[in-house]
C-alpha cells in the first residue's frame, strides 16, 4: 500500500508539472501583455517596463515558469518584497497574494463537494439497497420513478426551488452561507445544507439505480449462494457478501464522477453566490488575472489528481484481487 | 431403507419462466443412509443441481416451486421456515459446489469463510473458530494452513480451492453432504485426489453423501449407490456394482457407452446417447426418454409413446422393457 501512494503521488506530481508548464505556456503565448492588464488605465511605457521588470516578465518564458515552479516550493523574492512559499505571484486585479485568496476560497468548494458527495453516496446506495431488498413491490416502484424524475433535475433549478420553499417559504433552514468548520462546525453544517442537497440530488438517482441493479446481480451470484449454503442469515448474506460486491463498482463509478462532482459544486457555489475557487476563476478570466488563475487551476487539478488516488486506494481495499505496485 | 438419513419423496421443482415452466424436478424419491455415497448422475439438464439445492432449501421461492417431501434425519424441509433452515444449512447439512472461483467470495478469507458457520452455529469465540479454521485446512491437505489461512481464495489454486471448499462444507461435521459436481473444474489428478479426500473424510465423520456429477467414471470410483437422472426423473437406481454391470435401463446402457475407458484409443469418438434431451418446458407423454430410445419397437404397442414407465422401488429401472432387458 505504501509503496503504491508513493508511486501514485510521484505520478500525481509529474501530471501536475506536466499541466502546469503547458497553461503556463499557453498563457503567454496569448498576444495581451500581462504588464499592461497589471497596469490599469493610466499607464505610461515607462510603467509598463518596470512593472515587466519587477514580475519578472522581461525574461524569456522558460525561465519565468522556473521562477513559478520555485516560487511554488520555496518561495520568491519581487523587488517589492519576499513572496513566501508556496508563493504563486500577486494578483494582477488586487495585487494580494494569490495563495492567500486561494486558502480563503478553497475550503468552501471543498466543503460543498466533500460534503454533498458524502451525501449522495450515503443516501443514493441507501435507497439503492432498499429497492433492492424490496425487489418488485412498490417501494421499488416508486424509487425507479422518482430516480426518472431526479434524473432530469439540474442544479440552478433544484438550487432556486429549494431557496424558495426551504429557506423563504417554511423558514427551515438558514441561508447557504460558508462559515469555516474551524470556527463553528455546526453554523458550518447548517449553511452548506441546502448547497449539499442541492449538489447531491443530481447523482442520487443515478448511484441508487446503480446500487440496485449491482445488488441484484450480486444476490444472484454463486458465492452468495454459498453463503446462504452455509447457513448466514439474510442481513450477513445481503450486506457482508451482496453489497461488499456491489461496493466495488460503486467507488469506480464515484471515481469517474469526480470531475462532475467538482464541477457541480461549482455550479452550486454559483447557485448560491457563494465565494470558492469557481468564482475566483471566473473573475480571474473576466479581469485576464493570469496568476489568480493559474493558481486556481493548478490548486483544483492537485485536488482531483489527490482524490483519484484516495479512490483507486479505496478500491484496493475493498477488492483483495486488486494488486497494488 | 428406515435408517435413511436423507428421505426424499415424489420431489417436484419447477421453474417459472418467461417461456413457461420448467419442470426440472419431477417427481423424485430417493434414500440416502448414514456412511453411504448416492452418486447421481445425469446429462446437462437433467435436474441434478436443481435436487441438491432443494434438499437445503435454497430455491428462490419468488420463481420457484418446490413439492413433495424431503426429510432431514426425520425433519421436513420443503416448506420449512427460513431460520429454520438457516440453522441445518452449513450444520447438518452442506454443500459443496462446482466452481471454487465463484462459488467463493472473492472479498473474504479463506479463513474467514469457514469460521463463519462455524461460529454462527456452534457459537465459538473469534479465536476458536479461526484455529478451527487452520485445523480443517490441515484436515483437507493444505500445506502449511496456518500460513494460507488468511490468503484469499485467488492466491490458491484451483485443487486447493475445491478443498478449502469442502473444509469449509464440513466444518461442523454436518450429517449429509451434497457435492455438486466438486471435481468437474479439475485436472484428473486433482480430481482423483479430491474423490479420495472425500471417501476419507467419509469413513472417519460417517457422513451421507450426495455426489452429483455426470461422470460414471467418477460415480464408479466413489459412490455406492447410484441414480441415473433423465429429464428431471429416475431412470434407474441400485448399488454401483448392479448398476454398471448390468444396467437395465436404454439410456444408462448409452451412459456406459460414452464413458471414456482406458482402453479407448485416443482417436476413436464416444458414442454419446444421440439425440438431445427433451425440452422441460412441454415434457414428451409417456417414457422421457421414448425419443431417443432405439428399442421402442421391442415394447408392445404405443406404451412407451403413452405411458409413463414407474421406478420400482430399491434396485430397478423405469422401463417398459420387459425382463428380456438385454443391450
Ligand atoms: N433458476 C432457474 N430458472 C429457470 N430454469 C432453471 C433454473 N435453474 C435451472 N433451470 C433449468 O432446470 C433444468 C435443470 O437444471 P439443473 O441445473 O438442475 O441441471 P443439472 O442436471 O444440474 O445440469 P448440469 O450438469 O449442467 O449442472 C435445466 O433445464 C435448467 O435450464
Ligand atoms: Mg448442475
Redo the contacts with the bound molecule.
Keep these: 500500500m505504501l509503496r503504491f501512494l508513493a508511486r501514485r503521488l510521484l505520478g500525481a506530481l509529474v501530471i501536475t508539472v506536466l499541466i502546469s508548464a503547458i497553461t503556463f505556456f499557453l498563457f503567454f503565448a496569448l498576444p495581451a501583455e500581462p504588464a499592461l492588464m497589471s497596469c490599469g488605465k493610466n499607464c505610461t511605457p515607462d510603467a509598463v517596463a518596470l512593472i515587466n521588470k519587477n514580475l519578472g516578465l522581461d525574461q524569456p518564458v522558460p525561465v519565468q515558469y522556473w521562477h513559478y515552479m520555485a516560487g511554488i516550493v520555496a518561495g520568491r523574492d519581487f523587488t517589492v518584497g519576499h513572496c513566501p512559499a508556496p508563493c504563486f505571484g500577486y494578483s494582477f486585479s488586487n495585487q494580494q497574494p494569490v495563495w492567500g485568496t486561494i486558502v480563503d476560497r478553497f475550503p468552501t468548494t471543498l466543503s460543498i463537494a466533500l460534503g454533498g458527495a458524502a451525501v449522495f453516496l450515503v443516501v443514493g446506495t441507501g435507497l439503492g439497497l432498499l429497492a433492492a431488498a424490496f425487489r418488485g413491490t412498490w417501494i421499488d416502484k416508486l424509487f425507479s420513478s422518482l430516480s426518472l424524475v431526479g434524473n432530469a433535475l439540474q442544479i440552478y433549478f433544484v438550487g432556486v426551488v429549494a431557496l424558495a420553499v426551504l429557506v423563504s417559504g417554511l423558514h427551515w433552514m438558514d441561508n447557504p452561507a460558508y462559515h469555516p468548520i474551524t470556527e463553528d462546525p455546526v453554523k458550518w453544517f447548517t449553511g452548506m445544507l441546502i448547497p449539499w442537497l442541492v449538489l447531491s440530488i443530481i447523482f442520487i438517482a443515478n448511484y441508487s439505480r446503480m446500487t440496485r441493479s449491482l445488488m441484484i446481480e450480486q444476490l444472484a451470484e454463486d458465492h452468495v449462494r454459498t453463503a446462504r449454503a452455509k447457513g448466514m442469515g439474510r442481513r450477513t448474506v445481503f450486506f457482508r457478501y451482496a453489497f461488499r460486491g456491489a461496493l466495488a463498482p460503486v467507488v469506480t463509478l464515484f471515481g469517474i464522477d469526480l470531475g462532475s462532482l467538482f464541477g457541480g459544486a461549482i455550479i452550486t457555489e454559483f447557485t448560491f453566490s457563494l465565494h470558492g475557487l469557481g468564482r475566483l476563476a471566473v473573475s480571474s478570466v473576466s479581469e485576464t488575472d493570469l496568476p489568480t488563475l493559474m493558481g486556481v487551476m493548478l490548486v483544483g487539478c492537485t485536488a482531483i489528481v489527490v482524490a483519484n488516488i484516495v479512490v483507486d486506494a479505496t478500491y484496493a481495499l475493498i477488492d483483495p484481487r486488486v494488486r497494488l505496485a | 431403507m428406515d435408517d435413511a438419513f436423507l428421505s426424499v419423496r415424489d420431489l417436484h421443482v419447477r ?1 417459472r ?1 418467461e417461456d413457461g415452466t ?1 419442470h ?1 424436478v419431477d417427481g423424485l424419491s430417493f434414500d440416502v443412509p448414514r456412511g453411504r455415497t448416492l452418486g447421481i448422475v ?1 446429462e ?7 435436487t441438491g439445492l432443494a434438499v437445503l432449501g435454497l430455491h428462490d421461492p419468488r ?1 420457484t416451486t418446490v413439492t413433495g417431501s424431503v426429510r432431514l434425519g426425520g425433519q421436513e424441509i420443503t416448506g420449512a421456515p427460513e431460520p429454520v433452515l438457516e440453522k441445518l444449512r452449513g450444520n447438518t447439512v452442506a454443500m459443496v459446489f462446482q466452481d471454487s472461483l465463484t462459488a467463493l467470495s472473492p472479498y473474504h478469507t479463506v479463513g474467514h469463510q469457514i469460521a463463519e458457520p462455524f461460529r454462527k452455529h456452534t457459537g465459538a469465540s473469534r479465536r476458536e473458530a479461526r484455529q478451527r479454521a487452520v485445523d480443517m485446512l490441515g484436515k483437507v491437505g493444505i500445506p502449511h494452513p496456518a500460513l494460507r489461512v488468511d490468503d484469499y481464495p485467488h492466491q490458491f489454486s484451483g485443487g486447493m480451492r475445491q478443498r478449502a471448499m469442502i473444509a469449509m462444507a464440513l466444518v461442523c461435521d454436518p450429517q449429509l453432504l451434497i457435492a455438486d ?1 466438486p471435481t468437474t473444474a479439475l485436472d484428473v489428478t486433482v480430481q482423483a485426489q479430491i474423490l479420495d479426500l472425500l471417501k476419507d473424510l467419509q469413513q472417519q465423520t460417517g457422513t451421507a453423501i450426495v455426489l452429483i456429477t ?1 461422470d460414471l467414471g467418477v460415480v464408479a470410483r466413489t459412490a455406492d449407490d447410484v441414480l441415473v437422472m433423465y429429464a428431471g426423473r429416475a431412470a434407474e437406481r441400485g448399488t454401483v456394482r448392479d448398476v454398471l454391470r448390468t444396467p437395465r435401463h436404454p439410456y444408462t446402457w448409452g451412459l456406459l457407452g460414452s464413458m471414456p475407458r482406458l482402453w479407448t484409443p485416443v482417436d476413436q469418438p464416444l458414442t454419446p446417447v444421440p439425440g438431445a434431451p427433451p425440452s ?1 418446458l412441454t415434457p414428451p407423454p409417456g417414457c422421457p426418454f421414448h425419443p431417443r430410445c432405439a428399442h421402442t419397437e421391442r415394447v408392445g404397442g404405443d406404451r412407451c409413446r403413452t405411458e409413463r414407465p414407474e421406478l420400482p422401488p430399491g434396485r430397478g429401472a423405469a422401463c417398459h422393457l420387459g425382463e428380456e432387458r438385454t443391450r
Design positions: 421453474f419462466t420448467v426440472a445425469g446437462s439438464g437433467s435436474g441434478k443441481s436443481a420463481t459436481e455426470h422441460l
